[in-house]
């Protein structure tokens, strides 16, 4: 009689155990998916936000060139309107990016803001000088995000 309760306890503690390992293992494995999943979307938001801060940054700076080659005004407006459309497409990812990311927020804000900058610029010279600073600011931001992430 004594073996069989003995049987009984060890086939139970056995089915315990083994349940209490695949609960362990699948808590594991959702764990390590949802990692990957952020992972996966804070790599998406940093490109999204990389592609705006081009498209910005390449319609600014031919806005400011057609304003100091004194271009026709129908072509500056026309590039004008443009800006205001990629400054506008920059808003989604980069907010995106300061909730997945908020560790890159400040990267992300300083290559915005070295974008922004292209505005206004008094030489073509300048203008240059200002569009480099602002490549260099997203290719820091990328350096950050791949040392982030």
Do not use: C, K
Not at 10 to 37: F, I, K, M, P
Not at 43 to 61: C, E, G, N
Not at 95 to 119: G, H, N, V
């Amino acid at each position: 009689m004594w073996g069989s309760v003995i049987a009984v306890l060890g086939t139970l503690l056995g089915s315990v155990t083994a349940y209490l390992l695949q609960q362990r293992t699948a808590r594991t494995d959702r764990s390590e998916v949802r990692r990957n999943e952020e992972r996966r979307d804070r790599i998406a938001a940093v490109t999204a936000l990389t592609v705006a801060l081009a498209d910005h940054r390449r319609s600014m700076f031919v806005r400011e060139d057609l304003r100091l080659s004194g271009a026709a005004d129908d072509a500056y407006q026309a590039a004008r309107a443009a800006s205001h459309n990629t400054r506008s497409a920059l808003t989604a990812p980069l907010t995106t990016l300061a909730i997945l990311a908020p560790d890159l927020s400040e990267a992300a804000q300083f290559a915005a803001r070295a974008t922004y900058a292209l505005r206004a610029a008094e030489s073509t010279e300048l203008l240059a000088v200002l569009r480099t600073a602002a490549i260099e600011a997203s290719d820091r931001l990328v350096s950050a995000a791949a040392t982030a992430l």
